[in-house]
């Protein structure tokens, strides 16, 4: 049996005039986050954990920001598609860990929820999935609230 394990990172500023979805949950805020598809940095990281682990490319080469058919897409579809490349290469997902940093809004009620979006979507348990929330303790752009960074791991299992 071999284990892989893979690494992701995203970001995105504040500012676009649509709700937060973090994992595909909607989370009361100000303003979303700005990008392509609906901004949702913590479905990109998870992916790009994902894709790394399989070693088969990135978030950015499968869905190009320049392709219109990605264009305001639900993240957790994406995330499905990787799903399922990650189980045509032979391999099984063991767990994902991710750590979501933003100086607000409070991100701890909704982690439960986020978790099992993330359960859900990958085809695995809760137990697998872990989500955890961090202020920057106001330093630099992410601690003034101006945008919001995730990073991502996951190991993967194969024959
Ligand atoms: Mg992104």
Known sequence: MTSRVGFGYDSHT??????????????????GLTGHSDG?????????????AAALGDIGQLFPDTDP????ADSLALLADVRQRVRAAGLRIVN???TVITQRPKL??????????????????????SVKAKTNEGMDAVGRGEGLQVFAVAALAGE
Do not use: C, K, N, Y
């Open 69 to 72: 058919r990605w264009q305001g």
């Open 108 to 129: 701890a009620p909704h982690v439960p929820t986020m978790r099992a979006r993330l359960a859900e979507t990958l085809g695995i348990a809760l137990a697998q999935v």
């Open 14 to 31: 504040f500012g676009a005039r649509r709700p937060l979805r973090l994992a595909g949950v909607e989370i009361p805020h100000e303003s």
């Open 40 to 52: 949702d940095a913590l479905a990109h990281a998870v992916t790009d954990a994902l894709l790394g």
């Open 96 to 98: 994902v860990d991710a």
